[in-house]
């Protein structure tokens, strides 16, 4: 059964950069055809899908968030750390890590971590 943890900072500066790491266990990323990716929700709003990274180390990111958005990997830690650069206060969200292992869907997600930009 594959688990995901996030982990990072709870509270982050305006214009700062924001890197959140999502542990993996149970199963390694560079399965084939397995998919990792970052998902935030802000207060009162829907979930935001906000890039991925497949088994063997593409990525793809949300048109809105590509170019302040990167996803890495870290495969001897089976680790996918995201980083978010040039954060305002419309980026507090709770933040997913989430895998698709059994097709295109995320079907296992982390817990969630709470991550507030304010001054």
């Known amino acids: 059964q594959v688990q995901l943890q996030e982990s990072g900072p709870g509270l982050v500066k305006p214009s700062q950069t924001l890197s959140l790491t999502c542990t993996v266990s149970?199963?390694?990323?560079?399965?084939?055809?397995?998919?990792w990716g970052w998902i935030r929700q802000p207060p009162g709003k829907g979930l935001e899908w906000m890039g991925v990274?497949?088994?063997?180390?593409?990525?793809d990111y949300s048109p809105s968030l590509k170019n302040r958005t990167s996803i890495s990997r870290d495969t001897s830690k089976n680790q996918f750390p995201l980083q978010l650069g040039y954060l305002t206060p419309e980026d507090t969200a709770v933040y997913y890590c989430?895998?698709?292992?059994?097709?295109?869907?995320?079907?296992?997600w982390g817990q969630g971590t709470q991550v507030t930009v304010s001054s």
């Open positions: 989430a895998a698709a292992v059994s097709g295109l869907e995320f079907d296992h």
């Open positions: 149970g199963g390694s990323i560079t399965t084939s055809y397995y998919a």
């Open positions: 990274i497949v088994y063997d180390g593409t990525t």
